[in-house]
């Protein structure tokens, strides 16, 4: 059985560049969740997909968007990269409106220059 | 708004000490509360929960207890272990019209040596 799965795993940007981050849940699970995690600090929630919709957001600028597809895996798009998106990027999965707990994937590293 | 307060770390333990890692929390309503931990290169795992009052949490030898008096959620262990070396955080969640969102703290990191 698959865990929560991200892709890539590392990413090199520059200022003002676009990025597209992925994330293919836990099989049976419907809800997508990203969380950025700066170096040394917990998780930030950034948003949550249940049913290929924006459920809940936290405090991220527009920049920040996202996508859940039919299949439940979801993207995670970033316009306009600052040096201050530099993150490790994870996505979280859970079923039925994230009642139950959350399988974290490994995420993916993003480094902005 | 919510918020989770955690010991600065990092807290480094001979094997067999005994762990406590303090966590209080700030929140609105009556949240579930979680720890987590992240081993190195990985994402996070549940390790715990509680989701009411003086609910016990209790997992791989870890313990934590809801105290809603002192809104505290201390994680201890009696006896650490090398393998027990990682990054743990302590969160709560509280449903939003049956949603949920997660507070993370900011992590204590342990190390565990022989």
């Known amino acids: 059985d698959a865990g929560v799965t991200q892709s890539p795993t590392h990413l090199i940007k520059t200022r003002g560049q676009q990025v597209t981050l992925r994330c293919s849940p836990k099989?049976?699970?419907?809800?997508v969740s990203w969380y950025q995690q700066a170096l040394g600090q917990g998780p930030q929630f950034i948003f949550q997909?249940?049913?290929?919709?924006?459920?809940q957001r936290g405090n991220f600028p527009d920049r920040f968007s996202g996508h859940q597809f039919p299949n439940y895996s979801s993207e995670l798009n970033v316009n306009a990269l600052l040096l201050g998106d530099s993150a490790l990027y994870l996505c979280?999965?859970?079923?039925?409106?994230?009642?139950?707990?959350?399988?974290f994937g490994s995420g993916t590293q993003l480094s902005v220059l | 708004g919510n918020s989770v307060t955690q010991m600065e770390g990092p807290v480094t333990l001979s094997e067999e000490a005994f762990l406590t890692i303090n966590c209080t929390y700030t929140?609105?309503?009556?949240?579930?509360l979680f720890w987590y931990v992240q081993y190195p290169g990985e994402g996070l795992q549940l390790l715990l929960k509680?989701?009411?009052?003086?609910d016990k949490g209790s997992n791989k030898g870890f313990e934590a207890t809801y105290r809603k008096e002192t809104t505290s959620f201390h994680l201890e262990k009696g006896s650490v272990q090398v393998s027990d070396s990682a990054v743990y955080f302590c969160?709560?969640?509280?449903?939003?019209?049956?949603?949920?969102?997660?507070?993370f703290g900011t992590g204590t990191k342990l190390q565990v040596i022989p």
């Open positions: 099989s049976g699970h419907d809800t």
């Open positions: 979280a999965s859970s079923l039925g409106g994230a009642r139950e707990k959350l399988f």
């Open positions: 509680a989701t009411k009052a003086d």
């Open positions: 969160a709560l969640t509280l449903n939003s019209g049956g949603y949920q969102k997660v507070t």
């Open positions: 929140a609105t309503g009556y949240p579930s």
């Open positions: 997909y249940y049913e290929e919709e924006e459920r």
